[in-house]
């Protein structure tokens, strides 16, 4: 049941009431972000960053701190990704599974541990990177999440190694029957010429209200290159508050993919940041709200040196009442002449009620630049839609070829071949959809639309 | 005596509440060509439009029979299903979506229709190839999307390829000569002379005379004003290329 009135920021944080031992900060972090805390407000709409987005939706429940619940290697494998032979870290509701988790542990090469035992084991490594990207500050929920992180994945390339396979990073999200908190926390750092893909993907386990707060620090060194992929389809009642903060040095090359299926409302921030010259950042989105879901991609590139490159890529598709944003916004810096910055936004409106908000946006202070942006929404095209229908094809048939044509740019984006299957089944699933009133794409995996 | 393909008794039709149809008569047998002449804004495009269901046009009265069936009642789909093609004046671009994919949804409905099987992929294949050595088009274009940066003529042969995979019983072919250099217009006609046979009919709708030299009708009509106005032989559209249509135009007004 919803509550009559909003829930403070003071319940928030006294949601969580836990010993040092049993959080992630280190040193002074969590005195830190809490003294930030008590500074920050909620984000509302008032705020440029936030006006289109309303927490509303999940300031009216009392959460309890999400607790720890085994898992069934059955119960994993519902999700699987067919054909991808990755590394595997298993986490529930911010905590680490052992059991059903590949852990590697090569200073040569790389750690793919628990944040709580690297913090133990690579101290300093740790010391050096976690919280250094200046995530703390960023907003309440990231603030909230330094102080009061569970667990989280601590991902380390060494120099010059190149991973022989991707990372895959799964998040469950589980109520247990009540309104739970979970926050959940990665530290990913590509070291000089390394070369890894990772993806991280979200499901529920049970339908409940839950809200995942996740905080991701990335560090791409000289001449790195870095692949980090995102695909959200957490329950229909479960809100994501996922931000994460990119920080590259010269040469290198970081590439994101962020697919987001399911979920109540979901927000994800991104912000990279090129430090190094000579940098590479291509960001690529698809977003497919239905019923009445609201996704919010907000994209921030902020090119400080010259000579570098970004391009930015999001699509989506709205169905129903469900509604959408996306802001982009790319700045260049005095300093970062010959940068070339793309920004592309582009949606289709299933129905009269579907709603998006686009705003790309440039922001530009040097004099040699090649920048651009641009934002269409509209709806199907009517005389293609005529054309394939003259042909004898339905027209939900027709309407599923015309989008899938829409979107296969964007998913022909994804590195990991068998990322790039899953989510062109899951588009095609949606777009064929009478499974359930098209309420789940995890449908046929999800137990959360049992 | 052969059968009927298609009887269209006095069908109006409007656009945004303007009358273009004002009350068209015709009927279409089995191995016929009809070809239908006329000036520009007669309302030829707008005819062969409403016979394949496009709904921004409005049937205001009349009556089209189809292989006995109430033909306004039916989707555009239906419609294809039953038999209809119409080979577009200005085929759409469709990005992303390849030929083959396009092909092989169209062929799935039409059979499931007709009660069969989805063909195996080797056998979509091979009618596929037959069909493009039928008609005369490069292998290449079949792997391209759907009309997507395809050359006038192009995009004209893959009209009439998509008509010898889907085999209709009545082809409307819109102005398929239009923008043609002398080879593709060959090419076009050569291939619906192919699959030209007694069971199936077709409507040439053309401004020229000059298609009608590769695909020689059997009956030419004359559309003026959403009315036929005159319905002739072949040598009827000789008599138009040699006299314009002003002669026609003076004709009606008198």
């Not at chain 1, 699987?80 to 911010?94: E, M, W």
Request: glycine content about 6%; charged content about 25%.
């Amino acid at each position: 049941m919803a509550l009559k009135t909003k829930i403070s920021k003071e319940d928030f944080i006294n949601i969580f009431r836990k010993e040092d031992d049993e959080v992630l900060s280190i040193g002074n972090t969590k005195e830190t972000a809490l003294k930030e805390l008590e500074k920050l407000e909620i984000p509302h709409k008032k705020l440029e960053e936030w006006r289109h987005t309303s927490l509303n939706k999940i300031l009216h429940h009392r959460y309890r701190p999400a607790e720890f619940r085994s898992l069934s290697k059955e119960e994993v494998n519902l999700f699987s990704i067919p054909g991808l032979d990755a590394y595997r870290l298993v986490f529930v509701n911010g905590f680490f599974i052992t059991e059903l988790s590949n852990t590697f542990d090569d200073e040569n090469k790389m750690f793919i541990l628990p944040m709580h035992e690297a913090k133990e084991t690579h101290k300093a490594l740790f010391e050096k990177y976690f919280d250094k990207s200046g995530i703390l500050a960023s907003n309440f929920f990231t603030a909230l999440n330094t102080a009061y992180s569970t667990n989280g994945s601590f991902i380390y390339f060494a120099d010059n190694f190149v991973a022989d396979k991707p990372i895959h990073i799964v998040n469950f999200s589980d109520g247990q029957s009540r309104k739970t908190l979970a926050q959940y926390r990665n530290l990913i750092i590509a070291g000089k010429f390394s070369k890894a893909h990772i993806v991280n993907t979200y499901h529920s386990l049970s339908l409940n209200y839950t809200l995942n707060n996740v905080a991701t620090e990335i560090f791409v060194q000289d001449g790195a290159h870095l692949n980090f992929n995102i695909v959200q389809g957490e329950g229909v009642d479960a809100a994501q508050l996922n931000y994460t903060k990119v920080i590259q040095e010269d040469n290198s090359n970081f590439s994101m993919h962020t697919t987001t299926f399911c979920g109540m409302l979901v927000r994800n921030d991104l912000k990279v940041i090129q430090k190094g010259s000579n940098c590479e950042t291509d960001l690529n989105g698809l977003y497919m709200p239905d019923r009445e879901q609201h996704f919010d991609n907000s994209v921030f590139v902020h090119h400080a040196k010259s000579h570098n490159n970004s391009n930015q890529l999001y699509k989506g598709v709205i169905d129903n009442k469900a509604s959408a944003v996306f802001y982009g916004r790319v700045l260049v810096d005095r300093d970062a002449q010959k940068t070339n910055a793309n920004q592309l936004n582009k949606n289709i409106l299933l129905t009269k009620y579907a709603k998006v908000n686009s705003k790309p946006q440039l922001e530009i202070y040097a004099d040699d630049v090649a920048c651009s942006h641009g934002s269409t929404t509209g709806q199907i095209d009517e005389e293609a839609l005529f054309y394939l229908r003259a042909r004898g094809i339905n027209r939900r048939k027709a309407e599923t070829l015309l989008l899938t044509a829409f979107v296969s740019d964007v998913i022909e984006k994804i590195q990991i071949e068998a990322i790039k299957f899953y989510v062109q089944i899951l588009v095609n699933n949606r777009l064929e959809g009478d499974k359930k009133d098209g309420q789940c794409l995890m449908i046929d995996e999800c137990p959360a639309c049992d | 005596m052969s059968k009927t393909l298609i009887k269209i008794e006095n069908l109006h039709a409007s656009i945004e509440g303007k009358e273009i149809l004002k009350g068209i008569n015709l009927e279409i047998k089995e191995g016929e060509v009809h070809a239908i002449m006329g000036p520009n804004g007669s309302g030829k495009s707008t005819l062969s439009a409403v016979l394949a269901g496009r709904d921004i046009y409005e049937v205001t009265e009349g009556k089209v029979t189809f292989n006995g069936k109430n033909l306004l009642e039916l989707a555009p789909e239906e419609r294809s299903r039953e038999g209809i093609f119409l080979a577009f004046q200005y085929p759409v671009e469709i990005k992303g979506v390849s030929i083959v994919n396009f092909m092989k949804a169209a062929l799935e409905q039409h059979r499931e229709h007709k009660g069969l099987e989805p063909l195996s992929p080797a056998e979509f294949l091979k009618l596929m190839k037959e069909k493009k050595e039928l008609v005369e088009i490069d292998s290449k274009l079949t792997n391209r999307a759907v009309n997507e940066g395809f050359s006038g003529g192009e995009k004209k042969k893959n009209e009439v390829f998509q008509m010898a995979m889907l085999d209709p019983k009545l082809a409307i072919l819109d102005e398929t000569d239009s923008g043609l250099d002398i080879d593709a217009l060959r090419i076009v006609a050569n291939g619906v002379n192919k699959l030209r046979n007694e069971h199936n009919g077709f409507m040439v709708i053309t401004h020229y005379q000059r298609l009608l030299d590769y695909i020689v009708p059997d009956v030419v009509h004359v559309l003026y004003d959403g009315r036929i106005v005159k319905t002739g032989g072949k040598e009827l559209a000789f008599e138009l290329e040699e006299k314009g249509y002003d002669w026609i135009k003076q004709e009606v007004e008198a």
